[in-house]
């Protein structure tokens, strides 16, 4: 694994980069326009009834637990600076950055990350505003509220948790990984934040709040930005979820890394060629933006976001095609470690992606629920 002075990203910079508004996000107009999650939600009910494979009652109340844990984490601690249970006296007098790194790291592990990596915080992936989708959810603030970190929170931690290989394969189903996903960020993050805290430290946990967690991944080596707009691991590809805690902890960063991922994207577009939604971009980058969701200033593959919300809400669940059928996306085993070496060099490439078809890999599996009778009934009122 190659680590490099720079993001791979800073290479397609074209113009003057903008903190971007969680407004604008393709969740945060969905709320705006019409309260797309809910409805998305309300056809998964909906769906339900049909007692379709991947869409039955079990699916859907398997989705909605794996989210609980996430919504209690982001109503009461995410996007605010953590708070000391019981330690309000002491405070570390002579934190080493390079120990303090060592440790955030085990912690980290020990409260169940897959991976984690620190960067220096660049104040340009915070979100200039509060948006509306993740205000409903965190209740940390009012939508449009201005967003500034202190400049003392001069690093962030990113957390890295995998989702499970056979789930994804299931997309457009349910797949509950999405939402576990999401509780185990949650829960990792504010851990690892009020470790801080009982430390005598600054911290604030976040998921999706706060800023834009995929080019703060890239900053910490955890991968690099692909065509799908998702962070592309090593290890898992794009088949994870990302929490991060921002601190005055003084710690050493890590270094960004070339994995190859930005030929490899050149020459592949799978996730475009399946996305149902058609919301990823075939062909050259951009640094036009379609919309009020896309920034300019950086060449890249623009994703069109309210298209693939859409989706969602016709499908009545999330999606993760754009996942499932990347090259990327692999069991972290010893055959897919020898492909992934010819990948990250960008060897054969052509040959990685046919061969990647021909095997099947990224099709649908369709995995039925059979220990259990889906068929329901009306809940008597
Ligand atoms: S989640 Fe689905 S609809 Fe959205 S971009 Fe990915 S493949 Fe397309
Ligand atoms: S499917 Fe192909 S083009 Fe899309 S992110 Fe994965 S490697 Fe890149």
Not at 49 to 78: C, P, S
Not at 246 to 261: A, Q, W, Y
Not at 285 to 302: E, F, H, I, Q, Y
Not at 310 to 334: A, E, L, Y
């Amino acid at each position: 694994m190659k680590t490099v002075n720079e993001p791979t990203y800073t290479a397609h910079i074209t113009g003057q980069l903008k903190r971007f508004d969680d407004r604008n996000t393709g969740f945060s107009r969905g709320a705006v326009e019409g309260d797309k999650y809910t409805l998305m939600h309300d056809k998964s009910v909906l769906n339900i009834e049909k007692q379709a494979t991947g869409k039955t009652i079990l699916d859907h109340a398997t989705w909605v637990a794996g989210r609980t844990v996430d919504y209690l984490v982001r109503r009461n601690l995410l996007g605010r600076v953590a708070v000391p249970v019981y330690n309000r006296k002491y405070k570390l007098k002579h934190p080493d950055a390079a120990a303090m790194t060592k440790t955030i790291k085990e912690k980290a592990r020990w409260i169940g990350a897959d991976m984690v990596g620190v960067a220096k915080l660049n104040p340009l992936w915070i979100y200039s505003h509060w948006g509306n989708h993740n205000v409903a959810y965190s209740r940390a603030a009012e939508a449009g509220d201005p967003i500034e970190i202190p400049s003392e929170y001069k690093t962030v931690i990113v957390m890295i948790h995998e989702m499970g290989y056979s789930a994804i394969q299931q997309s457009p189903g349910v797949e509950p990984e999405t939402d576990i996903g999401y509780a185990k960020a949650s829960w990792s993050a504010s851990s690892l934040a009020t470790f801080m805290a009982e430390l005598g430290f600054r911290a604030i946990p976040a998921v999706n709040e706060l800023g834009i967690s995929i080019p703060m991944a890239v900053d910490a080596g955890l991968g690099e930005m692909g065509r799908n707009g998702q962070l592309i691991t090593r290890d898992y590809g794009p088949r994870v979820r990302i929490g991060k805690v921002f601190t005055d902890l003084p710690l050493i960063p890590d270094s960004p890394i070339d994995i190859g991922v930005q030929k490899f994207c050149e020459k592949c577009a799978l996730c475009a060629k399946y996305c149902p939604g058609r919301a990823l971009m075939t062909g050259e980058r951009t640094d036009r933006a379609w919309d009020a969701s896309n920034s300019s200033g950086m060449l890249k593959w623009p994703v069109k976001a309210m298209k693939c919300f859409d989706f969602w809400v016709k499908n009545g669940t999330h999606c993760s095609i754009c996942i499932r059928v990347c090259p990327w996306n692999k069991q972290n085993n010893v055959l897919h470690k020898m492909v992934r070496a010819l990948a990250e060099r960008n060897v054969l490439t052509n040959l990685v992606i046919h061969a990647d078809q021909l095997l099947g890999y990224g099709k649908k599996v369709v995995e039925a629920n059979n220990q259990q009778d889906s068929s329901v009934t009306i809940i008597d009122s």
